[in-house]
């Protein structure tokens, strides 16, 4: 659909839609939920509202207010779960100075649950998912490996601080980190979820005619997921993943196959992949650090060629 006040559509797959109410003002739009992925129905519900407002984050934009949206069982399932779901989601809307308005609720066998989230965002600073260039760095703001080590957690393995680090930095908002990046010159952001670090990478890529090479030494890695990732515990959309990015990513021989997998690994509230001019990475780095936020430069931009628009190197 084009429209004269649409300023962020569904042409480069962003992680928002944007529209323009006033010169100086615009709505920010999403929508996200899915099927548990933790046991505690709290922390569910609190993980699910942190994933969906990290779209808003990611484009540059504050959050406001929410709508929930809840999938549950007729029979079988007590109703005080729901509640503890919802209760979770309202939790960690209000830490994010969200309102929640309403909602809706649909009988279905699977539980799931999630949030519709609006925004504000100047339309002179909007972030996108595409407009990196050659030269910027790569800087990442949470480890990698929800996926591997949530999996390793149904699979009654791993360690239980591996599984209570991946659920501390899914339940973390990304509002500090993105407002760290207000004052520097970002020319791409993303949050990073269901495609995993390579999937919103090449969208990263694809959409700025560029090629991000990442360097697998340096990803920043959730405490054992390595160590799980060897061992095998992987998801159904890890697979699909690599499926998918089959052509569109090269991996070097000297990639050790478990940090591959940590590449193409889903994210659930994962962190901000963000694109900006390489002198100033430290300075941004730094920056995080300051507000609590442990970031890492994890590759570089370099002009598009033929072949695969992304490239994962040891």
């Known amino acids: 659909m084009v429209h004269a006040d649409l300023l962020v559509g569904t042409a480069t797959a962003d992680d928002a839609g944007v529209f323009r109410l006033a010169p100086d003002l615009a709505l920010v739009q999403t929508v996200d939920f899915f099927s548990p992925i933790v046991d505690d129905a709290f922390q569910f519900g609190a993980i699910a509202a942190a994933n969906a407002l990290s779209d808003v984050y990611a484009m540059g934009g504050t959050p406001r207010t929410a709508l929930n949206i809840a999938c549950f069982p007729q029979e079988g399932v007590p109703h005080e779960v729901l509640g503890d779901i919802l209760r979770g989601g309202l939790a960690k809307a209000e830490e994010a100075g969200v309102l929640v308005i309403g909602g809706h609720t649909v009988a279905d066998d699977e539980i799931k649950f999630g949030m519709a989230v609006t925004g ?140 591959a997998e940590v590449a193409w690994d889903p994210q659930t509230s994962g962190g901000l992949l963000v694109a900006l001019p390489a002198y100033d990475a430290p300075r941004l780095v730094e920056a995080l650090a300051a507000a609590a936020v442990t970031a890492v430069v994890v590759g570089a931009v370099e002009p598009g060629a033929a072949g695969p628009c992304l490239l994962l190197r040891g």
């Open 120 to 259: 504000f965002v100047h339309p002179d600073h909007i972030l996108r998912n595409v407009g990196a260039r050659p030269g910027d760095a790569l800087v990442l703001t949470k480890p990698l490996g929800t996926g591997i080590v949530t999996t390793a957690l149904k699979h009654d393995a791993g360690h239980p601080a591996e599984h209570a680090a991946a659920i501390a930095s899914m339940l973390a908002l990304n509002a500090p980190a993105a407002g760290a990046l207000f004052t520097f010159s970002v020319h791409a952001c993303t949050d990073v979820t269901g495609f995993g670090l390579l999937g919103h990478g090449y969208e990263m890529a694809h959409g700025s005619h560029v090629r991000l090479v990442f360097a697998a030494e340096r990803l920043p890695l959730l405490p054992g997921a390595r160590r799980l990732a060897a061992e095998g515990h992987l998801s159904g959309g890890c697979r699909r993943n690599r499926e998918w990015l089959a052509d569109k990513v090269e991996v070097t021989a000297d990639v050790p196959p478990e940090l």
